[in-house]
């Protein structure tokens, strides 16, 4: 494991990636993954890979909008009047077709034809990402374009992703140091008797502060409360003694980050110390075992007999994510995952455990795998004492 020095302003970072993003794509990967698949071009329609082909940052996902790539790198854009825009600002793209707000989708996919009529494309085997169109989108295209030989380039678009550029990197670096801040900034604005809703904006107000475009989730709860996973904030006291769950993340230029920490209500009891600290532990022997060339599955295998030997329970089937433009991209860090680590790749790695009638205690940073093991983005502050609010 290894730490390098961030850039503690990340403005000009964020900002740069807002204007230009051609240091954030990696066109000769997505490219071979293209030919690796047998496809003479693949289409985007999520927000996440139309932002990683097009070079502009789409924050949202926009109806019947598509991005096309071909295997030999010519490219156009289909989008409605709107965000043709932003689109005509910011994306290296130069032939972007657009419809007037409010057409069908019938007018989409007829300009979609005409663009893949002047890529030469009438016949061709393109992929497109078809968890993300409707149904009806889809049958269309089946009917519309009876020469093309239709397939699924979700998994085309999340390779490409996987393995980050220099400037992904340093943007991402930035971005989770950052995050890590706001969680730090929250816990020491906030007192005894203040609510889970004042922490979580607290974290939120900070995030933005320091950079974020967007928020995410932001779970916050103390006690018993915290043992029910996914629920929201309520407008309650966090009261002496009880550990406060933090899961938070915020989005940066179009990266998502999500990071968990703990921290008691003024100082933790002898049981609270010791899950904790075991807890702790856990996390260092996942981080410690992150290395290019191992299946993901390792990451989650070689941390149970951990878990078993300090008493403690993680009670997911994943030890994280891979993550990016989106939050889990690409695989999990689970039982039968045997996509190997590479240079370049970025994880949250999150054991967790749950104490009864106590707490959820959960540790969750983001790591970079590097040519020797990993660094952690995450760092900053250290994770190594819980965090105590006074």
């Known amino acids: 494991m290894s730490t390098t020095p961030v850039t503690k302003d ?10 230009d993003r051609r240091h954030l794509f990696n066109g000769s990967r997505l490219r071979a993954g293209i030919a690796d698949a047998g496809l ?58 657009s419809f007037r707000f409010g057409d069908s989708a019938d007018v989409a996919l007829s300009l979609l034809r005409e663009l893949l009529s002047d890529l030469g494309l009438d016949r061709g085997t393109i992929g497109i990402e078809l968890g993300s169109i409707p149904i009806d989108v889809h049958r269309a295209l089946l009917e519309n374009f009876p020469d093309v030989t239709w397939c699924d380039a979700g998994p085309v678009f999340e390779h490409a992703r996987l393995v980050k550029t220099e400037g992904e990197i340093e943007l991402f670096r930035a971005a989770a140091y950052m995050t890590d801040k706001a969680i730090t900034t929250g816990f020491a604005l906030v007192k005894p008797g203040d609510t889970e809703k004042e922490l979580a904006a607290a974290m939120q107000s900070a995030a933005l502060r320091f950079g974020a475009d967007n928020l995410l989730h932001a779970h916050v709860h103390a006690g018993k409360h915290s043992t029910i996973v996914h629920t929201l904030s309520l407008e309650e006291p966090m009261r002496q003694g009880e550990v406060v769950h933090v899961d938070f993340g915020a989005v940066f230029a179009g990266y998502q980050t999500d990071l968990s920490r703990n921290a008691v209500i003024g100082a933790p009891d002898a049981n609270q110390e010791r899950i904790y600290q075991n807890l702790w532990e856990i996390h260092q022997v996942v981080i410690d075992a992150v290395k290019p060339g191992i299946p993901a599955e390792h990451l989650f295998q070689v941390v149970q007999p951990e878990f078993e030997k300090r008493g403690l329970v993680h009670p997911w ?67 190594e004492r819980i965090f105590e609010i006074r």
Not at 343 to 371: C, F, K, Q, W
């Open 10 to 19: 990340g403005a000009a970072l964020f900002d740069l990636a807002r204007r």
């Open 317 to 383: 089937g994943t030890m994280g994510h891979s993550t990016g433009l989106a939050i889990h991209e690409g695989f999990e860090l689970s039982k039968g995952c045997q996509v190997p680590l590479e240079p370049g790749m970025i994880l949250n790695v999150e054991p967790s455990h749950i104490e009864p009638d106590d707490a959820r205690y959960h540790l969750e940073d983001s790591v970079l795998v590097t040519e020797d093991g990993c660094e952690v983005l995450s760092d900053y502050t250290s994770t």
């Open 40 to 97: 003479d071009a693949v289409i985007a329609s999520t927000a996440a890979s139309m932002t990683y082909t097009t070079g502009a940052w789409m924050p949202l996902s926009i109806l019947s909008a598509f991005a096309v790539t071909t295997v030999d790198d010519r490219q156009g854009i289909v989008v409605n009047e709107a965000d043709d825009y932003f689109l005509s600002e910011y994306s290296w793209v130069e032939d972007i077709r």
